[in-house]
């Protein structure tokens, strides 16, 4: 589409403008529906080995959907970047898989249902949006990628062309909104948008149009993960309302993590990031029951790691140490953190402040 | 299909009511609460549900 006809497109019969149009239009600050498309955010570390089958989440929001059985692919926040970026995703290939008959190995980005509601899709009113970023491989030729709903019933295959190996180029990828499909506006998955890596003939469609089918790449396609060594980057990843792409937004890295951190937080490694002291009630005498504030609301009740060793309890009537269980449960209080209940100890009093000590890491996830 | 390999799930009570289900799930010790938007929880009962998977009750 062009910039006329978008502009055009703001405009009611009588040449005024709508101010409907532009509530929905690109505007600054807010307008990348993508968090961390810049992959500076890497909470969980920055270099991720994965074999077989596995649904993971590597660097912060972007996750590995793969039933690739026979690949091990490494996952790493790199310092490979085009002009203006700092960092990329880097995807690479261990050992291939090279039958994906019925198999596919995506990277992925989920998208929270509240904040894609804007976009009215499943419905008349469906917006147009597009989605860019730069990509870099040592293959060339047309990928393919998806978008898809909640239910994955519904889908969109689009490609992209890698013209020269080892160079970045920037891609864009316009979508018809969808008038319909069930689409989700709640804090549930709004949106999935998928990058093939890799996908068998049973989850391959037509690129360019939507169908009730649930395609994860596009007919045709490369499939990086078949071929031993070989490379894919990716960054400045944004997804955006109407039919241009803009320049990408550049939100500050303290904004990326708050965002972030509705859906993975932790208390932080090493010898002080993990020192978590927290006051907490004692439950009879082996186990306390404990509020952690959390600094930002997650998107739902969290999971929890359980394995918290070496955690002492300090109490008013005594002291304890043991190796501790621990487990974040839904309260009514998810507003401003999340309970938890600590087990394993020693020394406690029933119904008695107490302190509970972790030497671990703490962390809490509500990925999509 | 299994999006996840869940095993040994159990549930863990306060006061005697359930408050979560720890779980290896993907090779890793979670506790999991009764959250429907959590998606761990959303994909134990639907292996629940497909009989694929029981949780044990919690410890007394």
New interface residues.
């Given amino acids: 589409m062009s910039k006329a006809r978008d502009l055009a497109d703001l405009l009611d019969a009588n040449g005024d403008v709508e101010l409907d149009a532009l509530d929905n239009a690109p505007s600054g600050s807010g307008k990348n529906l993508i968090i961390n498309g810049a992959m500076q955010v890497a909470q969980r570390g920055t270099s991720f080995t994965k074999s077989g089958s596995s649904n993971v989440y590597i660097l912060d929001r972007f996750n590995q959907v793969s039933n690739a059985s026979a690949a091990t692919v490494v996952y790493s926040q790199d310092p490979e970047a085009p002009a203006n970026f700092k960092n990329s995703l880097k995807f690479s290939v261990t050992t291939a898989d090279t039958d994906l008959t019925s198999q596919r190995c995506l990277i992925s980005q989920f998208i929270e249902g509240q904040n894609v509601a804007h976009l009215n899709w499943g419905t008349a009113d469906a917006q147009d949006v597009t989605l860019s970023f730069w990509v870099r491989s040592s293959l060339t030729g047309t990928f393919g990628g998806s978008f898809i709903n909640s239910a994955e019933d519904y889908s969109y295959p689009f490609t992209y062309t890698i013209s020269s190996a080892d160079t970045w180029e920037y891609k864009t990828v316009t979508v018809t909104g969808p008038t319909a499909g069930t689409w989700l506006d709640t804090n549930g998955v709004g949106i999935r948008i998928h990058w093939s890596m890799g996908t068998g003939s049973y989850r391959l469609g037509t690129a360019g149009s939507w169908s009730a089918n649930r395609y994860e790449g596009a007919t045709g396609q490369v499939d990086p993960v078949s071929t031993t060594s070989a490379t894919w980057y990716i960054t400045g990843v944004q997804l955006e309302v109407g039919s241009v792409a803009t320049p990408f937004e550049h939100r500050s890295y303290g904004e990326e993590l708050q965002l972030c951190k509705r859906y993975y937080q932790t208390s932080g490694s090493g010898a002080m990031g993990s020192q978590v002291c927290l006051c907490g009630r004692g439950n009879g005498t082996a186990s306390s029951v404990a509020f952690l504030p959390l600094p930002v609301q997650m998107r739902s009740s969290p999971t929890s790691n359980t394995n918290i060793a070496s955690t002492e309890m300090f109490s008013i009537a005594g002291y304890g140490s043991g190796t501790a269980t621990v487990s974040a449960y839904a309260g009514t209080n998810r507003g401003m953190g999340t309970a938890l209940l600590i087990g394993g100890l020693s020394g406690g009093t029933d119904n008695r402040p107490n302190y509970v000590a972790f030497s671990n890491e703490l962390t809490f996830e509500s990925e999509l | 299909?299994k999006?996840?390999i869940i095993e040994s799930p159990q549930y863990?009570s306060?006061n005697g009511e359930n408050?979560?289900v720890?779980a290896t799930i993907?090779g890793?010790?979670?506790?999991?609460?009764?959250?429907p938007?959590?998606?761990?929880?959303a994909e134990i009962i639907r292996q629940v549900e497909a009989g694929e998977l029981v949780i044990q009750e919690a410890e007394s």
């Fill in positions: 299909m999006q996840m863990v306060l408050i979560a720890t993907d890793q010790a979670l506790s999991v609460p009764l959250d938007a959590n998606r761990h929880y």
